[in-house]
Nanobody, 129 residues
């Protein structure tokens, strides 16, 4: 099993930017898929981005055009660049992975957070108006 460790969260004002990182140790997901999932207080978890085994990417409608995910396989690190942040983006953000995952990214996105087997501890993002 691998370990996923997120970093990069923080507090920003609306319109600001943050980049989250997720370092994977003990395992590589080169043949799997990875995603970013967020959960705001009192709300269900939401998959906001997915990158599949051939690095196709999909985004939820709520973040499309503002967030960009990327994977550096040499560094075993997943990123989420977040621009034009809004108060409604405030949430705990989790990195998650599935080591055996060959579906296309948009299908994985529709499957929801339960699709992923391995999760990090999360990093908090707070956006003030």
């Amino acid at each position: 099993q691998g370990q996923l460790v997120e970093s990069g969260g923080g507090s920003v004002q609306a319109g600001g930017s943050l980049t989250l990182s997720c370092v994977v140790s003990g395992h590589t997901y080169s043949s799997g898929c990875m995603g970013w999932i967020r959960q705001a207080p009192g709300k269900e978890r939401e998959t906001v981005s997915v990158i599949d085994s051939v690095q196709r990417k999909s985004y939820s409608e709520s973040v499309r055009g503002r967030f960009t995910t990327s994977l550096n396989k040499d560094k075993n690190t997943l990123y989420l660049a977040m621009n034009d942040l809004r108060p409604e983006d405030t949430a705990m953000y989790y990195c998650a992975a599935d080591s055996s995952c060959f579906a296309e990214s948009s299908y994985i996105l529709r499957q929801g957070p339960s699709r992923f087997d391995y999760w990090g501890q999360g990093t908090q993002v707070t956006v003030s108006s």
